[in-house]
């Protein structure tokens, strides 16, 4: 059985080779030609751990292509593009691709949609299916080979699946779930609602820990024993990556709510963390040198889809800055802004710490150490990298999310 992918973003790879793995001959198309010469020469066009390892075991059994003709002949194919405009972009995507396969051959969306979405496309109902994408950014490739569950959107929920397709799936070994079109695309953006929402309440709460003599490192422990309470208690500079703001707003146009709308608006403003600590202690002041230790969004990736730090760098537009980011080795061009090919590098000489991702490698780090390449002595950590007690007894000036500040 031969599988195709349209759509070759990070969802659309993943999957393709993980189709790959499991031992069927894969198709995969981009319009992207840049995209598609690189893949052809064994390279991923971004980070995700694992994958390239993957892609060099599985290229035998896949073909990356620009000719959309090329998928005619799969007997299923997957819309697997990540889209940004959840609308207009996938349904463009979708009638390219109806343009060259047949009835009978089976279609699933995978790329994030609106309720409501799957059920309006012209295509035989009883071989269009919608496939809940669950992936988490750095941990990918094991939630692609071995899903805690399948989500299928399909017509009716007591629609038996086609044996082809369910042959598919069954490779998984995972429980499947087949509900209605608007249950399972649905599922996805609800998914990340409580996980937004979670990560919302974990730094309010922080927020109020750096306001009084509570440490929000103390009560994480104690929430961690509780099982009734998920794994979302670490804070952070609001919402970053994009999926989880693309679902609120999908949200809003659902329903006027204020809790969706305080929840966006509170990311937004937790974003801004770093930048209000700089100024409010006034560590602008006589042209610091920063260094910024992190430019993706989280640790493990080199995404910077509404990262913190790129949010820190632009307001910081005018000020002398070294970067390094073990992952992260281009942006676009700024002003006053020098990427280093080491964290050592970065650091040497300034004024001022940022570690804006926590990045594994910035674990390794003393404060001792840290003191040695440094010219000044203040160190803004939000995510607690370092040890903030050793940080104090070197008389740094360490600011860190859910800890008052006793400068």
Not at 63 to 75: A, P
Not at 314 to 340: M, S, W
């Amino acid at each position: 059985m031969t599988i195709g992918f349209v759509g070759l973003d990070h969802l659309g790879v993943i999957s393709s080779l993980t189709a790959a793995r499991n031992g069927y001959q894969v198709i995969a198309w981009d319009i992207n030609k840049e995209t598609i010469d690189t893949l052809n020469r064994g390279l991923i066009p971004f980070y995700e751990p694992k994958l390239q390892d993957l892609l060099i075991e599985q290229q035998k059994n896949i073909k990356f292509t620009n000719e959309i003709i090329d998928i005619e002949n799969c007997e299923i194919v997957f819309i697997s593009a990540d889209i940004k405009d959840v609308d207009q972009e996938i349904e463009n995507l979708i009638e390219i691709t109806k343009e060259v396969i047949w009835p009978n051959t089976i279609l699933v969306i995978m790329s994030q949609v609106a309720p409501g979405f799957t059920r309006k496309i012209n295509h035989p109902k009883k071989n269009l299916f919608y496939q809940a994408e669950i992936l988490i950014v750095g941990n990918s490739v094991e939630r692609s080979i071995y899903p805690e569950q399948i989500i299928i959107g399909a017509e009716d929920s007591s629609q038996s699946l086609p044996s082809k397709y369910h042959f598919y799936l069954e490779k998984f070994n995972s429980y499947i779930k087949t509900v209605k079109y608007e249950s399972a695309e649905m599922a996805k953006i609800s998914i990340n609602a409580m996980l937004a929402a979670q990560v919302s309440m974990t730094n309010i709460l922080a927020q109020i820990c750096e306001n009084t003599e509570a440490n929000w490192n103390e009560i994480q422990d104690i929430l961690y024993y509780d099982s009734r309470i998920g794994a979302y208690t670490n804070p952070g500079l609001g919402l970053s990556g994009g999926h989880l703001e693309r679902d609120l707003n999908t949200l809003s146009k659902l329903i006027d709510s204020d809790i969706i709308q305080s929840i966006k608006d509170h990311g937004i403003k937790r974003r801004g963390w770093v930048n209000r600590i700089l100024y409010d202690y006034n560590y602008l002041d006589n042209d610091p040198l920063i260094c910024i230790w992190g430019l993706s969004y989280k640790s493990g990736t080199d995404s910077t889809k509404n990262s913190a730090s790129i949010f820190t760098i632009n307001y910081l537009h005018g000020n002398r800055k070294k970067v390094y980011d073990p992952y992260v080795k281009h942006i676009k061009d700024q002003d006053y802004l020098t990427i280093q090919d080491s964290a050592e590098r970065a650091l040497l000489d300034s004024d001022i710490l940022l570690i804006l991702t926590p990045h594994e490698e910035f674990n390794t780090w003393c404060s001792g150490d840290i003191e040695q390449y440094m010219k000044g002595k203040v160190i803004i950590d939000p995510y607690g990298v370092l040890n903030r007690k050793e940080c104090l007894e070197l008389g740094f000036k360490y600011h860190q999310l859910g800890v008052k500040f006793n400068g």
